[in-house]
């Protein structure tokens, strides 16, 4: 049987979305994922993103698999992409402009803007080692800037949870990085007992920073909605940035704020569909 799907991107943080509308079982299974992402055997992507049914009073349901077949909690580049996909689905029959999704990491609200970019409440960061997971902290206590061996050398590290595990650590030159060989030592290092998305940023200025990200489950993507909500954070909670920030990737940039007066954090950036097609 064939199955419909349609190519989107979030700053080249690209998906396969499929139309699961009718059933709350995803219609691929994770193995079929990996083959469909795989860029010289597939479709190519850095996931594949299901539309729901809504569970618990939410418009719609977001299940994710990663390249590597891995179930995420939360993705922000693919949030945005899913809001742009269900606006399109549902055509002129749309009566709104914003969406309550379920996700494995919460309620998280895209919002299609009149400019064309998504407006993304994402909810509250986690900060406590127990909620990242991390065993770089006691459960209780917050992991700032604390000290990791990785490949021969001593990382500063902050973590944030943002449904999904982040490991953030600022260096002098993002570019100066050698993401393919320290990222995936970073995702299966013992301190992170469910892996790790790691951000290496460069702080250009207090609204101002450049980032590279190596994610679990997908490796080097142009980039990542969580990582740069979790990122500025991180950078808030070393002193090193305002709330309000551009977080230059790969791919081009998002603005994120972290709201004084609720907490939340608002991800704003583009999403486009790319192309259609049949499985
Ligand atoms: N690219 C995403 C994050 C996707 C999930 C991640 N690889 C994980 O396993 O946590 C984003 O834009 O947030």
């Known amino acids: 049987m064939a199955t ?16 699961n509308r009718l059933s709350s079982l995803p219609l691929l299974t994770p193995e079929q994922a990996v083959k469909l992402c795989d860029r010289h055997f597939g479709i190519g992507a850095d996931g594949v993103i299901f539309a729901l049914p809504g569970e618990s009073g939410t418009d719609y349901t977001m299940r994710i698999f990663n390249s590597d077949g891995s179930e995420p909690e939360m993705c922000g580049n693919g949030i945005r992409c899913l809001g742009r996909f269900l606006a399109d689905l549902e055509g002129e029959s749309r ?13 998280i609200t895209p919002q299609l803007m009149t400019d064309g970019q998504v407006k993304v409440d994402m909810g509250l960061p986690r900060l406590l080692a127990g909620e990242i997971p991390t065993t770089l902290g006691t459960a209780q206590t917050k992991v700032i800037n604390q000290p990791l061996e990785v490949a021969g050398k001593t990382w500063e590290v902050t973590c944030v949870s943002m449904g999904n595990p982040h490991c953030i650590t600022f260096v002098e030159d993002v570019a100066a990085i050698d ?24 702080v250009v200025s207090r609204d101002y920073l450049k980032m590279r990200v190596w994610e679990r489950g997908a490796g080097i993507t142009l980039a990542c909605g969580t990582g740069a909500c979790a990122s500025l954070v991180a950078g808030v909670l070393t002193g090193k940035c305002d709330r309000t920030a551009t977080v230059e990737l790969p791919g081009g940039p998002l603005q994120i704020e972290w709201s004084e007066t609720n907490q939340r954090i608002y991800m704003t950036g583009p999403a486009q569909r790319v192309f259609t097609g049949q499985i």
Do not use: C, M, W
């Open 4 to 19: 419909e799907f349609t190519k989107y991107h979030g700053l080249g943080n690209d998906f396969i979305l499929i139309d």
């Open 95 to 107: 009566t709104k402009d914003s969406y309550h999704i379920h996700t494995l990491a919460g309620v």
């Open 179 to 202: 993401l393919e060989i320290i990222g995936p030592q970073f995702e299966h290092h013992p301190a992170f007992p469910q892996r790790t998305n790691t951000e290496f940023i460069q």
